[in-house]
């Protein structure tokens, strides 16, 4: 089914009007509408988590490989070594987010994420070959760049296929899937540590050259299963097509594309609530970056040799599955995001405050659970409280561009703040991390009693144009 054909079919004046929609008698068979949505659910979420899921582990092995020798092999030991080649990774994550996303229409979805999966594989197998740091440093700097569009781009498309509403357990199992895949990443790093020696390689070797392997496989499965948006697809009937793309015009008005012009690009950018986004993603971001980069070191500082830190890194991953899905589920239900985020985010300041400053061992293990607990929870509902908020898919573009590479900051922080000078406990780079959910929550406050007051005007009637645009749409508090 064409596009043409589905815009001739969807776009009328009352297309977007929530209120118009809610008040109306359903006429899709409920089970139809049932079925199809599972389908999509399991074409869609399953696959992208999988690819995600060893984006996430090529990007945060760095702590594992170090424990597994790595830091001795290439003298990371020395100075900030290490803090840096964590770091520079992000500046081309950062810089290639939006022009990655621009890219993604014009170059069409399988295409340019099976590219994208291709380099950064192979540049992942290059690692193990590395023969001094600056060799690290320099493969870390292109993984950035070819690792850099590819999140938000999965963002934009699990948004463009549900309702607002819905969009958060796709988004929490999407999150989960990956994270629990990449959390044995620890688990992986140590059997594949166990061949050291094998053909003359170090064990930490190893880990980049099998990883990157299995990245290049997975391309494969990118390029045949990979979802199009949902005007786009090859998977659904005509009549599932025009039911998902209905959904969602109902829902907010933008199923199908508007053109991405610089003007509007612009326009976009000027609207602080995106930047809002961005940063609340930089402050939950710092604490995965944290979990993932630096508690294989934080264990090995408690006592534990590198292959007790590399196992006890996997389990605080556990509890983070039924917190996350929970939290979507109630969040979803009650159409509400700030409080879980509240609420998850002091969880995890918590987490931080045991390991930074509690003298037992046991229990600052245990602030790795609940840091782990807490922020998965936060990160899913942070990125479904600005899907929820924006409409059009140029906006929504610029949006997710903007708040993953602004969130890659946190990677900058986590590996800035924690320093080699500072081992075992890590006080001020923990306390940073503190500071980041203080942050937090200020930028919650302030978007939350904007779009508060926004939705408060348009039902009084004070505003002359439709919030977004979009006739009956009010924001997701």
């Not at 170090?66 to 830091?71: D, E, L």
């Not at 290049?216 to 659904?236: D, G, K, Q, S, Y």
């Not at 005509?238 to 793309?245: D, F, G, R, S």
């Not at 389990?315 to 899905?325: H, S």
Request: glycine share 8%; hydrophobic share 45%.
């Amino acid at each position: 089914m064409s596009s043409t054909d589905l815009k001739e079919k969807e776009q009328t004046p009352s297309a977007a009007s929530i209120d118009k929609v809610e008040g109306a008698t359903n006429e899709v068979d409920p089970a139809f509408e049932r079925r199809t949505m599972l389908w999509v659910d399991f074409r869609i979420l399953p696959v992208l988590a999988l690819v995600y899921s060893f984006a996430l582990i090529d990007r945060i092995n760095l702590g594992a490989a170090y424990a597994a020798g790595m830091g001795k092999d290439l003298q990371l030991t020395i100075g900030s070594r290490y803090s840096l080649v964590a770091c520079l990774y992000f500046v081309p994550y950062i810089i290639f987010q939006l022009p990655g996303n621009l890219v993604l229409r014009r170059v069409g979805v399988r295409n340019w994420l099976t590219f994208l999966v291709v380099a950064w594989g192979a540049v992942q197998l290059g690692m193990g070959f590395s023969k001094d740091w600056i060799d690290l440093l320099i493969t870390r700097i292109w993984l950035g760049v070819f690792e850099a569009p590819f999140f938000p781009s999965l963002l934009w498309i699990i948004a463009a296929w549900y309702k607002r509403h819905e969009v958060q357990k796709r988004m929490a199992a999407f999150y989960l899937i990956s994270v629990t895949a990449s959390g044995l990443s620890p688990l992986l790093a140590y059997g594949l540590s166990l061949l050291n020696g094998k053909q003359g390689l170090a064990g930490w070797r190893w880990v980049f050259i099998v990883e990157g392997a299995i990245t290049l496989f997975l391309a494969v499965v990118c390029f045949l299963f990979i979802p199009a948006f949902p005007e786009e697809n090859n998977f659904l009937t005509k009549e599932q097509t025009e039911l998902v793309v209905r959904r969602v015009n109902e829902d907010r008005g933008d199923a199908l594309p508007d053109e991405i012009t610089f003007k509007k690009v612009l326009t976009h950018l000027s609207d602080w609530t995106l930047w809002a986004y961005g940063l609340m993603f930089m402050c939950t971001a710092m604490p995965n970056y944290v979990q993932s980069y630096f508690v294989p070191i934080i264990l090995t500082g408690m006592g534990y040799n590198s292959r007790d830190a590399l196992l006890r890194s996997a389990p605080p991953y556990g509890p983070a599955i039924p917190v996350t899905m929970l939290v979507a589920y109630l969040s979803d239900k009650y159409r509400h995001r700030a409080s879980f985020i509240l609420i998850c985010s002091l969880v995890c300041l918590l987490g931080c405050a045991l390991v930074a400053w509690h003298p037992n061992n046991n229990v600052r293990y245990f602030g790795c659970f609940l840091i782990n607990s807490g922020n998965s929870g936060t990160i899913p509902t942070v990125l479904a409280y600005s899907a929820n908020n924006v409409v059009s898919h140029s906006k929504r573009s610029v949006q997710t561009a903007l708040t993953v590479s602004l969130g890659a900051f946190g990677g900058i922080l986590a590996a800035t703040c924690f320093r080699a000078v500072d081992y075992p406990r890590y006080i001020p780079g923990l306390s940073a991390t503190l500071g980041s959910q203080g942050l937090l929550f200020v930028l919650l406050t302030a978007v939350t009693i904007r779009h508060y007051h926004k939705n408060k005007q348009m039902r009084e009637g004070k505003l002359s144009e439709p919030l977004e645009g979009t006739p009956g749409f009010y924001y997701t508090l």
